[in-house]
């Protein structure tokens, strides 16, 4: 059974900065523990690539979580549409054009998404995250638990009025 919540982080440990992303995801899971179990999966990569609309399929909530150096410190939150932009060609994708490949493989919109960018200072290839880059780290992880407490509520709302419209006999 595919959880609905998704938390899903990339970036380059040997980048510096580049591993907010990945260090997210395990401290998220560490402060978390076992509330919510079984409603939430935590993923990592390096890159986003057009496999990862795949990824999405039957979660209703996805987190996405990257290093950025344009967002405002310590970290910046947005909700990325679905839209086909240049990086559908390259390499490594935005979460818009991986929400646009979910779209076009499965007909569907794609779930409610939610990109946390974590502002990031130093990327030098061989360089460990940055003191300034950890301290965003921190605070970005008492905002993502937040969210996922926020998600696991609608999730156990969502799941109390799922078996009660199942319980209604149809007229």
Do not use: K
Request: charge should be negative; hydrophobic fraction near 45%.
């Amino acid at each position: 059974m595919t959880a609905p919540l998704l938390v899903f982080g990339w970036g380059n440990a040997s980048r510096g900065d580049d591993a907010l992303g990945p260090l997210f995801v395990h401290r998220l899971q560490e402060r978390i523990g076992a509330r919510c179990t079984g409603h939430v999966e935590f993923l990592e990569d390096y890159q986003l690539q057009v496999e990862h609309a795949l990824d999405l399929v039957g979660r209703r909530q996805v987190l996405f979580i990257d290093a950025s150096v344009d967002c405002v410190a310590p970290f910046q939150v947005s909700e990325p549409q679905a839209s086909r932009d240049t990086t559908f060609t390259t390499h490594a994708m935005s979460p818009a054009a991986v929400l646009q490949v979910f779209r076009d493989l499965q007909g569907v919109e794609p779930p409610a998404c939610t990109l946390l960018a974590i502002r990031g200072i130093r990327f030098e290839l061989g360089e460990p995250a940055g003191v300034e880059a950890l301290a965003h780290l921190e605070r970005a992880l008492d905002w993502g638990e937040w969210w996922f407490d926020e998600a696991c509520a609608a999730e156990r709302v969502g799941g109390v009025q799922a078996r009660e419209n199942a319980a209604v006999p149809a007229r």
